[in-house]
């Protein structure tokens, strides 16, 4: 009875493990495929849910169903005009055909080498074939100009190919070697892309020459105007101190016809105004004609004489 009772535990023991080992789960994230001594048996399981297999024979292979990350390694690689330039890129990739996955590549680690080696092969052919302009722009178009003294900058080059129709070239051809694999290429750019030193010092030096450009222009503009303004000064200068003299010279002959007048009008009045007139401009005279090492000599009938000795 007893050696029944350990019998009957072992059969149902026997039966659970057989019964799980023959059901597995499938999310929505996952797509399977089924082994059977290392080969792929039926159809890829891509149906979440509930599934089923011969169990201990039979096991399970599980893909990522999700879109899937590449990230390349920056490489140093020369354009078609010999410009070398410091590239890293990156994709985006899908297992669509579990099956045909797992017969050429096995598993994920080995479709990201796969794709290391076609990707980098394929951008290093496109980025050599095309010019440095075709790399680092898009499309043709006119600068917009901001700044008054940019007014004058000279037109981009027009570009034949550019950036994105290189990315997609890239795709392109890489979905063409990757067509039996059992994956899809989804995206592909760059995801940087930077000058090497030598090439980077030159697009230094040419920013540094228009920025010296430009000041100079600043420098010019200024100076030029400087000299303006310093040309409107001296001339206004010029005019106004033509005009205060002129000015100043009417104020004084205007003044001196005013006292030859009030000297007319005092001398014409009586003869003693007269003789006051006639001294006063005497002494006028002498103050302004005689100093202490002046001397003098005067005949007798002199005007300045009567007036000298009237004083004495």
């Known amino acids: 009875m007893k050696t029944k009772h350990i019998t009957f535990i072992i059969l149902v023991a026997v039966a659970i493990i057989l019964a799980r080992s023959s059901v597995f789960i499938l999310d929505e994230t996952r797509q399977a495929i089924i082994t059977q001594f290392g080969k792929p048996v039926g159809d890829p399981r ?60 096995r598993d994920e680690r080995s479709g990201q080498s796969r794709l290391d080696d076609i990707l980098d092969g394929e951008t290093r052919n496109a980025i050599a074939s095309h010019l440095l302009l075709d790399l680092v722009r898009s499309t043709n178009r006119t600068p917009e100009v901001y700044e008054d003294y940019l ?26 070697r990757t067509a039996d694999l059992g994956i899809i290429i989804l995206d592909f750019r760059f995801k940087r892309m930077n000058y090497v030193t030598e090439v980077r010092e030159r697009v230094y030096d040419r920013m540094i020459s228009e920025r010296n450009r430009i000041a100079d222009q600043f420098r010019s503009e200024g100076e030029g105007e400087a000299r303006r303004i310093e040309g409107e000064k001296e001339r206004d200068l010029a005019r106004i101190q033509s005009e205060a003299m002129r ?17 007319a009008a005092a001398y014409n009045r009586n003869q ?3 003789e006051l007139y006639g001294f006063l401009r005497a002494m006028e005279s002498l103050e302004k004609s005689l100093d202490e090492e002046t001397t003098i000599i005067l005949n007798t009938d002199n005007e300045l004489l009567r007036y000298l000795k009237a004083i004495d």
Do not use: C
């Not at 004058?152 to 051809?173: F, H, K, M, Q």
């Open 46 to 105: 891509t149906e979440p849910g509930l599934q089923f297999k011969v169990p201990l024979i039979q096991k399970v292979q599980f893909f990522d169903k999700r879109y899937l990350k590449w990230d390349g390694d920056p490489n140093q690689i020369p354009t078609q005009d010999k410009r070398f330039m410091h590239v890293d890129t990156y994709a985006r990739w899908q297992i669509t055909d579990p099956l045909q996955f797992f017969i050429r590549l």
């Open 247 to 263: 000015e100043a010279e009417m104020i004084r002959g205007r003044a001196d016809a005013e006292a030859t007048a009030i000297y």
């Open 272 to 274: 003693a105004s007269r």
């Open 151 to 176: 007014e004058d900058i000279e037109y981009l080059e027009d570009i034949s190919v550019g950036r994105e129709a290189i990315e997609a070239l890239v795709l392109e051809r890489a979905n063409e």
